[in-house]
């Protein structure tokens, strides 16, 4: 399978730039696809690159257009990549979609390393955020209080002292909130090991000035087991209870949100190079342009935080299907290959094991916006990655310890993947939607929407539109710009995300086991 080089990606994006603007737009010298920017009606003439054509039925945004004839099992290209291929012949100027075209996947792929060396390098500016270093040496863009519950039966009473807290003793800190799950209790195995590594990721989190363990007292995850998987925290920054072994859990739990605050009150923001910032690389909602606008425009703010020595994370395995050949020629050595290789491949085991199909996705929502095969959305979805080089991979409830980009095991929902970032150290989140949701983590979210229709329609979910670039109103260099500007100002605590003005903050666990 042919695969489109760093050197030439990044010069495919910069001439992407003059083109916008346009109906359609060809997004490769190989593809013979284009992609409608706006609504196109039969008989609407086109002039794309070298092509001259007629559309010969409407096709809604987002979607392909045949840009020549297609005969019977053609491979379709897009990216410069076959992203499936004709069921049948297909005439130029014809709708390609999934009426047309499937995909090229079925069962194992063997993989080959072949490594590229091409990467991103340091500029001459180097950016900073001011941000809280903690006592692990990890840096956080918020400092706040964060209720962790051990088991669902508790999750009330913590909701509610994070209510009358934040109430009460919100402008002293930036938060106080509560991260509740339905789990912890009738878990065994792999499973409670899963839920207990989520949670001592967000114990002992940056962005967390002090912490709350709430527990029952009964259940099989026990305060004490879980504080040795969370391993060496600040405990003048952390305070636990069971319910059970105190007369009123809200009350005790109030005064020991007072003990906290009254350490964090000392907290104060200081300058970091943003080698300290880790990001987590999510989309949701995607769209025919989502490769197109947002998910690249994002990738060349992972290229810029890791080439100054920062962080990234790119999670949502089964949304690498597709195009991990493409991470795993990223990667920094062999090893890291192999890693990425067990990754994928144990990600497949795992839907056989449960009888379910390989390549089932895109998602109803994603084949509506235009995304037919699940290599064509793969290989937009990592396009949030940029051009890095491939440093770590993380099993599920893992923490990132290696500045790159790091490859994390989730599955494809957004918000099991995010928790899942987050308790991996991510203190922020770079979140592309094309359709759109209000999602949101633990950590600032920012949702960068793919066009400008969802952005007008949705202002309180959207915090920057990159679907500006599809009227030539701006060029990715500038969006580039604002949204590391953006980034910066959420990070340092001058703006905040949507997620957080409007209370978007959830957790979900991924649970893989069974319940007794």
């Known amino acids: 399978m042919p695969l489109i080089c760093q050197g030439e990606k990044r010069a495919v994006e910069g001439h992407q730039d003059k083109r916008m603007g346009s109906q359609a737009i060809r997004l490769h010298p190989a593809d013979n696809v284009a992609v409608a920017l706006m609504p196109l009606d039969a008989g609407t003439e086109l002039s794309i690159d070298d092509w001259s054509l007629s559309v010969r039925e409407g096709i809604p945004v987002g979607h392909k257009i045949a840009l020549t004839d297609l005969a019977n099992e053609t491979m379709v290209v897009r990216y410069g990549v076959p992203i499936g291929r004709a069921t049948h012949a297909v ?85 106080v909130h509560s991260f509740t799950h339905p789990h912890g209790c009738s878990q065994a195995g792999g499973d409670l090991d899963n839920t207990q590594r989520i949670l001592a990721g967000l114990i002992g989190h940056p962005n967390a000035g002090g912490v709350l363990l709430m527990g029952l007292g009964c259940e099989d995850n026990q305060i004490d087991r879980l504080l040795r998987v969370a391993g060496d925290i600040d405990p003048a920054r952390l305070r636990y209870f069971n319910s059970q072994d105190v007369d009123d859990e809200v009350e005790h739990g109030m005064a020991m949100v007072r003990e906290l605050l009254s ?120 396009r949030k990655g940029g051009d890095a080089r491939v440093t770590e991979v993380l099993r599920y409830g893992e923490r990132k310890v290696v500045p790159g980009l790091s490859l994390l095991e989730t599955p494809g929902n957004d918000a099991v993947s995010c928790t899942a970032m987050v308790a991996a150290g991510a203190t922020a989140v770079l979140f592309t939607t094309g359709r759109g949701t209000p999602l949101g983590c633990p950590v600032p979210t920012i949702k960068i929407s793919t066009n400008t229709a969802i952005a007008a329609k949705k202002p309180r979910w959207i915090d920057f539109n990159a679907g500006s670039l599809l009227d030539g109103s701006s060029e990715m260099h500038e969006l580039e710009a604002g949204l590391l500007e953006l980034l910066l100002d959420v990070a340092s605590g001058r703006k905040q995300a949507n997620n957080e003005r409007y209370a978007y903050k959830d957790i979900a666990i991924w649970k893989t086991g069974v319940t007794h």
Not at 118 to 123: E, I, K, S, V
Not at 158 to 170: K, L, N, Q, V, W
Not at 290 to 300: E, F
Request: with cysteine.
């Open 91 to 175: 005439e130029q100027g014809s709708w390609v979609h999934s009426h047309n075209m499937k995909t090229n996947l079925d069962g194992t792929v063997e993989y080959r390393y072949e490594p590229v060396t091409d990467f991103p390098q340091a500029g001459s500016v180097s950016h900073t955020f001011d941000g809280y270093r903690r006592s692990s040496g990890a840096v956080g863009t918020r400092n706040e209080v964060w209720i962790v519950n051990t088991v669902g039966c508790v999750t009330p009473s913590a909701e509610r002292i994070a209510r009358i807290c934040g109430d009460e003793f919100g402008e002293h800190v930036d938060g």
């Open 263 to 382: 350490v964090m009150q000392h907290d104060r923001r200081q300058e970091h190079p943003i080698s300290d910032l880790v990001v987590g690389l999510e989309c949701g909602g995607s769209d025919g342009m989502s490769g197109v606008t947002a998910n690249p425009l994002v990738g060349r703010i992972t290229d810029l935080i890791t080439a100054q020595g920062g962080g990234a994370i790119l999670s949502e395995v089964p949304e690498m299907f597709g195009a991990e050949q493409t991470l795993m020629n990223r990667a920094e050595n062999e090893t890291i290959f192999h890693d990425i290789e067990s990754l994928i491949n144990d990600f497949k085991r795992h839907f056989q094991e449960h009888g379910r199909p390989i390549y089932e996705n895109p998602s109803p929502g994603n084949i509506e916006g235009g995304l037919t095969t699940l290599e064509e959305k793969s290989l937009g979805a990592i």
